[in-house]
């Protein structure tokens, strides 16, 4: 059965780290255990024809679903459109790939930089 993704806008700030912590839940709202799981994380301007980067991705927690997700300082640098998409896809053990973690991301300018 396919899943319908959640929709999630996130508002990074250029020059900065942006972090995200996300739990996956099945349809009756229970944890996935994401042992032996593999989770990717990109971010693209609209039509897909630009990657902007990958999120790194860290499972904290296999058992109760739960990642992190960051975009670097090294990717939010080069978002200079007024928005992106990303998406998250979930790849179990036996290779079905599901996307269940998509939107928009309109960076804000952040205006700090370290020297």
Same mark, same amino acid.
């Given at each position: 059965?396919?899943?319908? !993704? %959640?929709? #999630?806008?996130?508002?990074?700030?250029?020059? %900065?780290?942006?972090? +995200?912590?996300?739990?996956?839940? &099945?349809?009756? =709202?229970? %944890?996935?255990? #994401? @042992?032996?799981?593999?989770?990717?994380?990109?971010?693209? &301007?609209?039509?897909? @024809?630009?990657?902007?980067? &990958?999120?790194?991705?860290?499972?904290?927690?296999?058992?109760? =679903?739960?990642?992190? +997700?960051? #975009? !670097?300082? @090294?990717?939010?640098?080069?978002?200079?459109?007024?928005?992106?998409?990303?998406?998250?896809? #979930?790849?179990? !053990?036996?290779?079905?790939?599901?996307?269940? +973690?998509?939107?928009?991301?309109? !960076?804000?300018? =952040?205006?700090?930089?370290?020297?």
């Amino acid at each position: 059965m396919a899943i319908t !993704p %959640a929709s #999630l806008l996130i508002r990074p700030q250029r020059r %900065a780290d942006y972090p +995200l912590a996300v739990t996956f839940k &099945d349809s009756t =709202g229970a %944890a996935i255990n #994401l @042992t032996g799981w593999t989770v990717v994380a990109q971010m693209w &301007d609209k039509a897909r @024809t630009a990657k902007v980067g &990958d999120f790194t991705v860290t499972v904290t927690s296999a058992a109760n =679903g739960q990642v992190s +997700l960051r #975009l !670097p300082h @090294t990717v939010t640098v080069n978002m200079t459109a007024a928005e992106y998409y990303y998406d998250v896809m #979930l790849i179990n !053990p036996s290779g079905l790939r599901e996307y269940y +973690l998509e939107g928009i991301a309109r !960076p804000s300018e =952040g205006y700090s930089a370290p020297a």
